[in-house]
């Protein structure tokens, strides 16, 4: 952003594999950090049609790739090509990272990381919360997994209900050493009654449903007549627009209220770190993908 992109002899090498690619924010976040942080890094889009990501992710790191962000649909069909996954990874079942090194190719999943330095950036404590989380989703597995391993109980509601019950079942087994263990996971329909009966115990809400994206902008997952709790955060997941009907129907009942922009942030500059092992420039990636979310 700052200087001309100038790739040379020395430049190093991570992208995007995904299908389609070419709306991603990813690529403007990615090189204003490496141009901020000096690093003379480039990180590029790439398409990879389906029947083509073995051997991408083989021929990645033989092309001298550092590493990847993996997004869809890509994110679970790269596990079986790695040599390593993070425990974060291993229980989402998806990798969004990856990183080679010394002549392995390692999976991380930095979802859940970006969703909770968000959350707790605005001073929000996991540990004893009791979050509703609404749709049971690729994104969803990184909430609902990320908070309950940090001590968080969390109501997973979905349209179709049995997709809540096998998330939920599927986690379980990895929340055995938490002190509140798998008790802290619950599911049920997606429904006008379900809500009404949950809303006033709750302390946050988390929309990981596309109701309400753009350009589709007047979605909403929560019920029109029931009373948002004004002692809870609402936190969407989308972030175009920057402000859903959920956000605003949230802030007109007093909650605290965040966008889905912090979350792609701080999974980039997890990301970062995890490919260039120094601390990444938040806030010039803030304002990168400010800018590209305003001009796409
Ligand atoms: P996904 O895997 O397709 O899951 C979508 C979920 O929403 C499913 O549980 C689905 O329910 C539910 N849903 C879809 N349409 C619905 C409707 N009309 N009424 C009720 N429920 C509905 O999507 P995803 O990958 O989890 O992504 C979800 C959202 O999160 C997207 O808006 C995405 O942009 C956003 N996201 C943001 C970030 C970030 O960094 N901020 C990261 C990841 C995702 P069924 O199971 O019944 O189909």
Same mark, same amino acid.
């Given at each position: ?82 040599? #390593? ?7 989402? $079942? @998806? +990798?969004?990272? &990856? ?5 392995? !190719? ?26 509703l989380v609404l749709g049971?989703g690729?994104s969803a597995? #990184?909430v ?6 940090? $001590? @968080? +109980?969390?109501? &997973?509601l979905?349209?179709?209900?049995? !997709? ?26 997606l ?13 946050l809400v988390v929309n990981t449903t596309p109701l309400g994206m ?5 979605g909403n997952p929560w ?11 609402a936190y969407d997941l989308i ?5 859903t009907s959920f956000l605003?129907l949230a ?6 209220t965040l966008n889905g ?36």
């Amino acid at each position: 952003m700052d200087r001309p992109l100038c790739i040379d002899g020395h430049t190093q090498l991570v992208g995007l594999l995904g299908y389609p690619v070419e709306h991603s924010l990813s690529p403007a976040m990615q090189n204003a950090a490496f141009a901020a942080a000096g690093l003379n890094w480039c990180y590029v889009p790439l398409p990879v049609a389906p029947v083509a990501v073995k051997e991408a992710v083989f021929g990645l790191p033989a092309l001298g790739f550092r590493g990847a962000n993996v997004t869809i649909p890509h994110k679970q069909v790269v596990m079986p090509y790695l040599d #390593a996954v993070s425990e974060e990874a291993q229980a989402i $079942g @998806a +990798a969004n990272v &990856l990183v080679f090194k010394d002549g392995r !190719r390692l999976g991380y999943n930095v979802d859940g990381m970006g969703f909770l330095t968000a959350l707790t950036s605005l001073g929000v404590r996991v540990r004893g919360l009791r979050a509703l989380v609404l749709g049971a989703g690729g994104s969803a597995r #990184a909430v609902v997994y990320t908070l309950a391993r940090n $001590g @968080a +109980a969390v109501m &997973l509601l979905n349209r179709t209900q049995e !997709r809540a019950e096998s998330l939920v079942e599927s986690l379980r087994p990895r929340l055995m050493d938490e002190p509140m263990g798998s008790s802290l996971l619950k599911s049920g329909p997606l429904t006008r009654e379900v809500v009404a009966e949950v809303a006033s115990g709750i302390d946050l809400v988390v929309n990981t449903t596309p109701l309400g994206m753009s350009p589709h902008e007047q979605g909403n997952p929560w019920p029109a007549d029931v009373p948002f709790p004004r002692q809870a955060v609402a936190y969407d997941l989308i972030y175009a627009p920057r402000e859903t009907s959920f956000l605003r129907l949230a802030k007109a009942a007093g909650a605290q209220t965040l966008n889905g922009l912090p979350m792609l942030v701080y999974q980039g500059a997890h990301s970062f770190e995890l490919w260039t092992g120094q601390p990444a420039p938040v806030e010039t990636m803030y304002a990168a993908v400010l800018e590209g979310s305003i001009q796409g």
